[in-house]
């Protein structure tokens, strides 16, 4: 659930085209988009997606056809032989979608502009922080006798033998 949300809030589908798709189905574009972004086109296959994206098989088909219904992208099939096929391409084809990925993209050859050289502020520097690694924990030690206050006999006499 938390890796559908992520992707559907990702940024990568314009407003006015997410407001037709469910949450899940937005969650499928956006992985599609970002394939597109990344290699031009997404050759992913739909369990693929589907496991990304955190949704069904169904999910992805659904949101796959719904988009080719409203022309925001085209499937080419890979037919090889008789029954086995290829994986699809998708590529986004929608004017909309495409100026809005274009809008976020960063180019390679564009570096950020650094200050000159004796001005400006000071760089941040990180605190030195342990990660609690939760997989590996201490061995528990075995509790020493019976826990204070529980008016048990055996624990009037420790105290006792520990008072003389």
């Not at 496991?51 to 890979?78: D, F, H, K, P, Q």
């Amino acid at each position: 659930m938390e890796r559908r949300r992520r992707w559907a809030a990702s940024g990568r589908l314009p407003p006015s085209i997410a407001a037709r798709f469910t949450l899940a189905e937005q969650a499928v574009l956006a992985l599609v988009a970002a394939e597109t972004v990344r290699r031009k086109d997404c050759r992913l296959s739909v369990g693929g997606m589907a496991a990304i994206a955190g949704v069904s098989e169904t999910t992805v088909r659904n949101a796959i056809r719904e988009a080719v219904r409203l022309g925001l992208v085209t499937v080419e099939e890979r037919r090889i032989t008789g029954w086995r096929s290829d994986t699809n391409i998708l590529r986004i084809v929608s004017p909309e979608w495409t100026a809005w990925l274009r809008l976020t993209r960063k180019r390679k050859d564009e570096a950020p502009t650094l200050p000159a050289e004796g001005g400006g502020c000071k760089s941040a520097k990180g605190t030195p922080t342990e990660v609690l690694d939760l997989e590996i924990s201490r061995p528990a030690t075995p509790p020493r006798g019976l826990p204070r206050g529980s008016g048990r006999p055996q624990t009037r006499r420790a105290a006792a033998d520990r008072r003389a």
